[in-house]
């Protein structure tokens, strides 16, 4: 089965820096998504990390160790649009189908 | 434009009747998915298809049912027997040649009163 865990809550300042963690359990592994949600809105692709190690993407970076069931999601130089869901989905390795978390809310404040 | 649709955005039924949401795609992707989301929850798999005329159940598959006769559709139907079918429901889809990564629609808001 899937374990997925990550804070339901952040709230930070504009300007600053925010890490959402993401800690799973899984039964094969083919990698971890972080997708971006706005209320009522369809989640959108941020990263895909399937090898231990930083991808960087402008803003936002995501950290994978796989050893440790371990992601995390950087986001600097946070604006007001950042504030938004942020999904934490694991693939396994033997189908199509991904495991999410509950999502992480994040809250920009001027 | 290559995207996934779904219609309506916001659907209001009577509690007992039938309703079936839309959801097309022309990414050409062979996998479709429909998840549903409440209030502060993520996504939960209520059934995925991994070709033509194939589907299996997900998670919570109870009360609801569903059809993959074309490769670019994927229509929901959720039941009077779903006990509680107000929410949002996201449908999506993949390709073995893109990884795993899931394109979602702009979603469907029902309300059964």
């Known amino acids: 089965g899937q374990n997925i865990d990550q804070p339901t809550e952040m709230t930070a300042t504009e300007g600053a820096i925010v890490q959402i963690n993401c800690t799973y359990q899984?039964?094969?592994?083919?990698?971890l998504f972080w997708y971006q949600q706005h209320a009522g809105e369809a989640p959108t692709f941020l990263s895909y990390n399937v090898l231990d190690g930083l991808e960087e993407k402008g803003r936002f970076s995501s950290f994978l160790s796989r050893s440790k069931g371990y992601s995390y999601l950087l986001l600097k130089e946070l604006q007001m649009k950042d504030s938004a869901s942020y999904l934490c989905?694991?693939?396994?390795?033997?189908?199509?189908?991904?495991?999410f978390g509950a999502g992480t809310t994040v809250t920009v404040r001027a | 434009d290559g995207g996934i649709t779904q219609s309506p955005k916001y659907l209001f039924r009577k509690e007992g009747q039938n309703v079936t949401l839309s959801c097309e795609q022309n990414?050409?992707?062979?996998?479709m998915y429909w998840y549903r989301q409440d209030p502060g929850q993520g996504l939960r798999l209520i059934y995925y298809s991994q070709i033509v005329n194939d589907f299996q159940k997900g998670d919570i598959a109870e009360g609801y049912s569903v059809s993959r006769e074309k490769k670019e559709s994927f229509p929901l139907t959720v039941t009077s027997a779903q006990k509680n079918p107000t929410a949002f429901y996201l449908c999506?889809?993949?390709?073995?040649?893109?990884?795993?990564?899931?394109?979602f629609g702009p979603g469907t808001r029902l309300t059964v009163t």
């Open positions: 899984t039964s094969g592994f083919n990698g």
């Open positions: 990414l050409n992707h062979d996998a």
């Open positions: 999506a889809s993949s390709n073995r040649d893109s990884g795993y990564e899931q394109y």
């Open positions: 989905a694991v693939a396994r390795s033997n189908d199509y189908k991904l495991s």
